[in-house]
T-cell receptor
Framework: GQNIDQPTEMTATEGAIVQINCTYQ??????LFWYQQHAGEAPTFLSYNVLDGLEEKGRFSSFLSRSKGYSYLLLKELQMKDSASYLC??????????WGAGTKLIIKP | NAGVTQTPKFRVLKTGQSMTLLCAQDMNHEYMYWYRQDPGMGLRLIHY???????AKGEVPDGYNVSRLKKQNFLLGLESAAPSQTSVYFC?????????????FGEGSRLTVL
């Protein structure tokens, strides 16, 4: 079966750095996505990785290792507004998105 | 900038009742999707469409029907609602599909079936 694993919840301090991991086992791979979802709101796109390595976009970076079936989202200089759920999703061999259950990130002052 | 709009935002149904959720997008996107989101689970694809007049089944299509008569609209119907269909429903659209493109989501429709 297809599976995306991410931690259920993480806590971090304002101004710090946090890394949210995602491991996947899918039938084929056509890219990995990270989305942010604030409580009661729609998911919004953060990043897309299809090749190994690190993609940096402002305070957020996303890393991919296809051989290990592993990705992480790195958030720097955490702000209170970063409190949200972070969803990892993989596009499989049929170009269908398989979603993880999400990681709820709690930022403390 | 409307983007993707879903109506209604909230609805309470009794078991056996029917209803339709409407999704409208003003970005001229070809691809549209209906997902459901349940606690502790990832988003699950119900049905999707790759263009006007086309629909296809996703991961969890049973109990739902869809129609895409106009490019900008994607309707999700529940013919006979069941408590297991209590969920938050998200519509999404994209210009190129999920292979490289991001999805643009509506705000969600929270459905409770009693």
């Amino acid at each position: 079966g297809q599976n995306i694993d991410q931690p259920t919840e993480m806590t971090a301090t304002e101004g710090a750095i946090v890394q949210i991991n995602c491991t996947y086992q899918t039938s084929g791979f056509n890219g990995l996505f990270w989305y942010q979802q604030h409580a009661g709101e729609a998911p919004t796109f953060l990043s897309y990785n299809v090749l190994d390595g690190l993609e940096e976009k402002g305070r957020f970076s996303s890393f991919l290792s296809r051989s290990k079936g592993y990705s992480y989202l790195l958030l720097k200089e955490l702000q209170m507004k970063d409190s949200a759920s972070y969803l990892c999703a993989v596009s499989d061999s049929n170009y269908q998105l398989i979603w993880g259950a999400g990681t709820k990130l709690i930022i403390k002052p | 900038n409307a983007g993707v709009t879903q109506t209604p935002k909230f609805r309470v149904l009794k078991t056996g009742q029917s209803m339709t959720l409407l999704c409208a997008q003003d970005m001229n996107h070809e691809y549209m999707y209906w997902y459901r989101q349940d606690p502790g689970m990832g988003l699950r694809l119900i049905h999707y469409s790759v263009g006007e007049g086309t629909t296809a089944k996703g991961e969890v299509p049973d109990g739902y029907n869809v129609s895409r008569l106009k490019k900008q609209n994607f309707l999700l119907g529940l013919e006979s609602a069941a408590p297991s269909q209590t969920s938050v429903y998200f519509c999404a659209s994209s210009p190129t599909g999920v292979d490289t493109g991001e999805l643009f989501f509506g705000e969600g429709s929270r459905l409770t079936v009693l």
